[in-house]
């Protein structure tokens, strides 16, 4: 018996129910329990109470389906607007879409009209995570090639993540990241990151191997390009920085030196965390060795430089509560490092200037397409089947210190 019959008999009997005798009652609900399928007791109460107390819960309820607020005409723009920046996460993109959509209409990028701009700035991050989630990207990992240096402990402080309270830019967590396929023998690139742990300012540079002399050239070459001085570095236990030449230059030039607790990444979390979604996103994880390969990498990171310190947005943590179990975490509103650099009042005001003006003629979109292009390429220098080296013919930099 479908469900409106049962509803039109329960109609038909619910009267003659209620005004029938005891035993005439009985037979009744054999009746209509023989009927309707229905338990005794549920039968009872349903010819018990009026069939209109529970007619709304009863009527059968037609579900209209919800109307697409954000439909087409919006999610194409937005995924351009993801791709164009580099693919950020939807809580650093969705504060940023106006001054990115106003940088692409400056520059002829993007054409939106008036419905589709509102709707894309009225938009919720939840909205935007699950318009993009079919699309984002997956993860994978690399390999770990830092070896310990044991000599200059006791010269370079440690210092924790708790202990960067300069209110200022210029200090920076530096960390290699190895382009070394699946396996850690013979020579190949790595990617030395630096980031600013009060603004978020990232550089990156590519050298061929991890000796000290390689990693203090590459800080050089970054040094001269900071629109600001560099104050202070902070490095891993890594013998690359842990040693007699990087100690000595950091000296020479008024170079605050410290180091992170072994073992303890979130000492260095700025930097890991650009490690993870700068230099991998867009390098990956091939191996990569020699002159071309390094110099195409340092192309790449040109450009990549100017679409993260003026394009990508990055949340600072302002406040962390503990209830319990449970910690809640407080982050600012996204700005990108060229913005809290502005905030804190570096760099002077003309070279400042003249750097603003660098900026409003800046074309994300074109930076992405140049860099897109030069990623394309970049699979001409990988190295697919790496020759095996025997790791006793090798020169660790563990033995060069124990040699000095």
Known sequence: MSISARRELRQAVFKRYRAASKSDKSKILNEFVEATGHERKYAI??????????????????????????GEEVE?????????????????????????????????????????????????????????SRIRRSQEHGLSTTAAGTLLRHQIPIRTYEDW?????GFFEIDLVAHCGNTVLGEYIHTLTMTDSFTGWTECVSIWNKSRFSVISAIET?????????????????????????????????????????YKKNDQCHVEQKN??????????????????AAH????????????????????LIDKVRTGAKVKKVYDTPKTPWQRLKDAGAPRPELQQKIQHKYLALNPAKLRRELDDLER???KHAVNNPVPVDPSTLTTEATLDEQE
């Not at 993870?276 to 071309?292: C, D, F, K, N």
């Open 377 to 379: 390429d970049l699979h």
């Open 276 to 293: 993870g979604a700068v230099v991998r996103p867009l390098i990956g994880y091939a191996r990569y060795e020699g002159e071309q390969a």
């Open 165 to 169: 309270t300069e209110g200022k830019p």
């Open 297 to 316: 990498l340092n192309q790449m990171y040109v450009v990549d430089r100017l679409c993260i310190n003026f394009f990508e947005p990055s949340m600072k």
């Open 45 to 70: 109460t349903l010819l018990n109470r009026p069939p209109s107390a529970n007619a709304r819960s009863a009527a059968k309820r037609i579900v209209l389906p919800r109307r697409r607020r954000y």
């Open 222 to 262: 970054v040094r001269k390009r900071l629109p600001f001085p560099l104050l202070g570095i902070d490095s891993d236990n890594g013998s690359e920085f842990i040693n007699h030449p990087l100690k000595a230059y950091c000296d020479e030039h008024k170079i605050t030196f410290t180091r992170s607790r072994p």
């Open 76 to 132: 194409q723009p937005l995924r351009t607007l993801w791709a164009v920046s580099g693919q950020l996460c939807p809580k650093r993109l969705v504060p940023f879409l106006p001054d990115l959509i106003a940088a692409l209409e400056r520059c002829d990028e993007i054409t939106l009209c008036p419905r589709i701009r509102q709707k894309l700035l009225g938009m919720s991050i939840a909205t935007a995570e699950r318009i993009l």
